[in-house]
DNA sequence: TCCTAAATCAAAG
DNA sequence: CTTTGATTTAGGA
């Protein structure tokens, strides 16, 4: 009878691709994203598989971070100095395992216009009226707990893997989309004009130096502007929704950005 | 079998 | 650490 050893069966290859560990990863991340470093260790935590031979699959991993368009470099904010940069998942990447398999996606995520940058995160949180209202992290997890929650190993210290649909239930990623409540009357007050520089000063390098800062790119003219002071403690505003049951121009608005990124 | 995603090796910034 | 290229390996229809 076989009995585990050295070559035992918590020592072979754990049936998941190097992208798909860093999905679990980031993903597992209370801030929906981690710095290399971090994703080493959670794969070594979990895999003894992957405690040997780090500096191969090591490579191979940073490798995939930089050439998947799925992963994007998120800037460190000032206030937390440190080594490298983290990785959060691309926005539009959530449905990348979605046949089940965690070895080869049917397709490698690809972006539309071939690049994926954080300004295509700051974009998108743009397009929603969110910029000025919530911090790139929080934004991340958001957006990803709900959808890519199956990607998760059951349990945090494996020995050996586990294959998830047989014991997860598939959920469409759209399913748990939280947009909705995160843009609901009831998170919001409606104020007059431009976020501040105050309210930009989440978002990246772009607009953090004290010195030399750039004005705020104008929101666009279609969109309202929703501003949650931060952080301040949320008072229920009057709805904008009206009694008949058709949108504001202000929901609508909302609407047709989210549409367009469902 | 074929297509191409993923892994590997590794140079260069 | 990050990006990129070249090449090989291998998943799966």
């Known amino acids: ?5 050295r070559n035992s069966y918590g020592e072979q290859k754990p049936p998941y691709s190097y992208i798909s560990l860093t999905a679990m990863a980031i993903q597992s991340s209370p801030e929906k994203m981690l710095t290399l470093a971090d994703i080493y260790k959670f794969i070594m ?9 780090t500096k191969r699959w090591q490579n191979s991993l940073r490798h995939n971070l ?3 368009d799925c992963f994007v470099k998120i800037a460190r904010r000032p206030d937390r100095p ?5 990785w959060a998942l691309h926005p539009n990447s959530g ?4 046949n089940g398999s965690f070895l080869r996606r049917r397709k490698r995520y690809k972006s539309q216009n071939g690049k994926t940058t954080e300004e295509d995160g700051k974009k998108t949180i743009q397009q929603m009226s969110m910029l000025p209202d919530m911090p790139v992290d929080l934004f991340w997890q958001q957006h990803f707990a709900a959808s890519v ?4 190993p059951p349990r945090p210290t494996l020995t050996h893997p586990i294959l998830f649909q047989q014991n997860t239930p598939k959920q ?3 399913k748990s989309f939280t947009i909705d409540e995160i843009l609901s009357n009831d998170n919001f007050i409606q104020q007059g004009g431009a976020p501040t520089m105050q309210n930009y000063a989440f978002f990246g390098q772009q ?3 004290p010195f030399a800062r750039p004005p705020p790119p104008p929101p666009p003219a279609h969109y309202p502007v929703l501003v949650r002071p931060f952080p301040v403690k949320l008072t229920p505003q009057t709805p904008t929704t009206q009694e008949n049951g058709t949108s504001s121009g202000n929901d609508q608005a909302i609407d047709e950005s989210i549409n367009q990124l469902l």
């Not at 009878?1 to 050893?5: H, L, N, Q, W």
Request: charged residues 20%; without cysteine; hydrophobic residues 30%.
């Open 172 to 174: 469409p990623a759209k």
């Open 82 to 86: 440190g080594k490298g940069s983290y």
């Open 66 to 68: 930089s050439f998947n």
């Open 207 to 209: 607009f953090w130096p």
């Open 45 to 53: 935590d979990r895999f003894s598989f992957y405690r040997k031979n």
């Open 149 to 152: 929650q199956h990607f998760l």
């Open 95 to 98: 449905t990348m395992f979605e």
């Open 1 to 5: 009878m076989p009995r585990p050893g």
